[in-house]
């Protein structure tokens, strides 16, 4: 989370339904600082018996001309897992920066993010997350979307790459993204995974 450097206003925030998998919430603490938590425990009670996730983070904002904007943030938290291939508790810690050019109409931004992950029993291992996504409004109510970032460092798993582009549809109080996601373990697959994706958000002010 905070892929984008665009400011919430003071009041302002969203909960919602992202990316099937996992619930999150936002809210604007003043005009430049805004508290994010998200958990994957409803959707894992759908499959496994061990289920426990939360990453809480804060991002504070800054405009650095009317158009271009730069956020910096730490977030962190837990996922634990009997789900197969999830390889139980695991804990992440991050700092992020995030650069945004536009409005939010259109706009593009770049996120470094730098995770340190570690799990019971085991050393921990750093890895450095780029990311670079985009939206564009083409009409009164939708819009494209899409992100890509790719992992060059090998964390809890082979080095990784992902993909999402989609439609967003917009109301006064919502939005939702319908799309496909694209993934792959750059040391061990040679073809990408590609799987539908939807974000359901409500926002309140």
């Not at 892929?3 to 603490?29: C, D, K, N, R």
């Not at 790719?150 to 919502?174: C, H, K, L, Q, Y």
Request: aromatic share 12%; no cysteine; hydrophobic share 45%.
């Amino acid at each position: 989370m905070g892929s984008t450097a665009l400011p919430l206003h003071a009041g302002e925030g969203f909960i919602g339904q992202q990316a099937f998998f996992f619930t999150v919430a936002e809210v604007g603490l003043s005009e430049r600082v805004s508290v994010h938590l998200a958990t994957a425990a409803p959707f894992q009670l759908v499959y496994t018996d061990t289920s426990f996730s939360l990453m809480g983070g804060i991002k504070v904002s800054t405009p650095l001309t009317e158009k271009l904007h730069l956020a910096f943030g730490a977030q962190g938290g837990s996922y634990d897992s009997d789900f197969p291939g999830s390889g139980g508790l695991h804990n992440a810690v991050a700092a992020y920066g995030t650069l945004t050019y536009g409005t939010a109409d259109a706009n593009l931004s770049l996120t470094v993010q730098p995770i340190y992950i570690w799990e019971r029993g085991r050393n921990g291992n750093v890895m450095v997350l780029p990311m670079v996504g985009g939206f564009l409004r083409v009409g009164e109510h939708w819009g494209f979307a899409g992100e890509i970032a790719i992992s060059p460092v090998e964390a809890i798993a082979d080095a990784f790459a992902f993909a999402t582009a989609g439609a967003r549809f917009m109301g006064p109080r919502w939005s939702v993204d319908l799309g496909i996601l694209a993934g792959t373990q750059l040391q061990q697959q040679d073809t990408p995974a590609f799987v539908p994706g939807a974000t359901f958000l409500y926002h309140w002010r």
